[in-house]
């Protein structure tokens, strides 16, 4: 019979293995120290609630750390330049 497993966020790696990420995420090789350290992060915010701070601590990260990783900005593209330099009225 085979048994239950789950994940908890104490699972997670404070960096994120290579192979991990090769096999998980279809990204460029140039993103991956980035995703290296803003991916467990975001695995323990999802699996354990709290703030990103919160899961930063938990991985012992400092804040200044977890402050430095990309964060989703609610659905909405990043703003671009427009073709004469200056920004969009």
Known sequence: ?????????QH??????????????????H????LRHALPVHLVQMLSGGTQRLS???LYLTW???????TRHAG??????SPTGSSPA
């Open 56 to 58: 930063a601590h938990r």
């Open 31 to 34: 993103l991956h120290p980035i």
């Open 76 to 81: 909405k593209p990043p703003k671009q330049a």
């Open 1 to 9: 019979m085979p048994h239950a497993s789950f994940l908890a966020w």
């Open 12 to 29: 997670i790696p404070q960096f994120l293995p290579e192979p991990w990420l090769q096999q998980h995420f279809d990204v460029p090789a």
């Open 64 to 70: 200044n750390t977890a402050m430095a990783l990309p």
